[in-house]
Nanobody
Framework: QVQLVESGGGLVQPGGSLRLSCAASGIIFGIRAMGWYRQAPGNQREWVATIASSGSTNYANSVKGRFSISRDNAKNAVYLQMNSLRPEDTAVYYC??????WGQGTQVTVSS
């Protein structure tokens, strides 16, 4: 019913930038809060950022000042702009519309 498709991941050097996208379907997008999570091998999935339907945002302390979440309701899409990337940012990044809905994820690798 709910489909979330992440894209935009890849290999980047430390200090570089990437922009992730999440396309949503099967939901009334404009009234839903959206979020980004990430999971590295051997680690638990951790919360990264959230954007409310109003546009209000919240970030994990580890990414504040470096990452920015945004949404485009006309495109049913949510984005994560990642700047000043660090090796510890390496993970599979997932978007969510809440209620246990997840995409398949997109791999981000930060390495020199």
């Amino acid at each position: 019913q709910v489909q979330l498709v992440e894209s935009g991941g890849g290999l980047v050097q430390p200090g570089g930038s990437l922009r992730l996208s999440c396309a949503a379907s099967g939901i009334i997008f404009g009234i839903r809060a959206m979020g980004w999570y990430r999971q590295a091998p051997g680690n638990q999935r951790e919360w990264v950022a959230t954007i409310a339907s109003s546009g209000s945002t919240n970030y994990a302390n580890s990414v504040k000042g470096r990452f920015s979440i945004s949404r485009d309701n006309a495109k049913n899409a949510v984005y994560l702009q990642m700047n000043s990337l660090r090796p510890e940012d390496t993970a599979v990044y997932y978007c969510t519309a809440g209620a246990g809905s997840w995409g398949q994820g997109t791999q981000v690798t930060v390495s020199s």
